[in-house]
Antibody, heavy 118, light 110 residues
Framework: EVQVVESGGGLVQPGGSLRLSCAAS????????MSWVRQAPGKGLEWVAN????????YYVDSVKGRFTISRDNAKNSLYLQMNSLRVEDTAMYYC???????????WGQGTLVTVSS | QSALTQPASVSGSPGQSITISCTGT?????????VSWYQQHPGKAPKLMIY???YRPSGVSNRFSGSKSGNTASLTISGLQAEDEADYYC??????????FGGGTKLTVL
């Protein structure tokens, strides 16, 4: 069974840092693009970043450029999101999502909640 | 990177058909056949319903269908059922290798 499981969320003060992890299983992780997608409380989905199979290409939404870094470790079947200089507006549920062979996110985790507050 | 435009809400009675629109630009929806649609029930993770404009993943009911004309994509749900009540989001890959979502549409089954 294909599964992705996020961890690492929590409460952090503005300006702080947090590292999210996503553990993948049930598929050949190194064959797929992976993404982070977030959802602020009561709001819609927002794509945050994606990373190519070998990590050679990474793309970000403008609002997190220079603050967030996406990475992966194919040997550990894991995806990461390093979040620095966190802002109140980064408060959201963060989902790890697998891009299928075509252009759609075909597997999602249950999310990990990040709360930025003083 | 403005969100794709979706109606905030749509509604229909059981058995009816509804259509949700998703409007973008030539740099996203209009430029590529890379539109996908997601269903999200309260407190749950999103679920892929349509990819590459018209294709349904295995296990998704054939009551769900997708189309596109110019810069606007559409999701049609036929034979509406109570379990279809949820939020629906469109998404598109862009010319910048990024992804953009729509603002979401709340579907109410009357």
């Amino acid at each position: 069974e294909v599964q992705v499981v996020e961890s690492g969320g929590g409460l952090v003060q503005p300006g702080g840092s947090l590292r999210l992890s996503c553990a993948a299983s049930g598929f050949t992780f190194s064959n797929f693009w992976m993404s982070w997608v977030r959802q602020a409380p009561g709001k819609g989905l927002e794509w945050v970043a994606n990373i190519k199979q070998d990590g050679s290409e990474k793309y970000y939404v403008d609002s997190v450029k220079g603050r967030f870094t996406i990475s992966r470790d194919n040997a550990k079947n894991s995806l990461y999101l390093q979040m620095n200089s966190l802002r109140v507006e980064d408060t959201a549920m963060y989902y790890c999502a697998k891009k299928g062979g075509a252009h759609g996110f075909d597997n999602w985790g249950q999310g990990t909640l990040v709360t930025v507050s003083s | 990177q403005s969100a794709l435009t979706q109606p905030a809400s749509v509604s229909g009675s059981p058995g009816q058909s509804i259509t949700i629109s998703c409007t973008g630009t030539r740099s996203d929806v209009g430029g590529y056949n890379y539109v996908s649609w997601y269903q999200q029930h309260p407190g749950k993770a999103p679920k892929l319903m349509i990819y590459d404009v018209t294709y349904r993943p295995s296990g998704v009911s054939n009551r769900f269908s997708g189309s596109k004309s110019g810069n606007t994509a559409s999701l049609t749900i036929s034979g509406l059922q109570a379990e279809d009540e949820a939020d629906y989001y469109c998404a598109s890959y862009t010319s910048s290798n990024t992804v953009i979502f729509g603002g979401g549409t709340k579907l109410t089954v009357l």
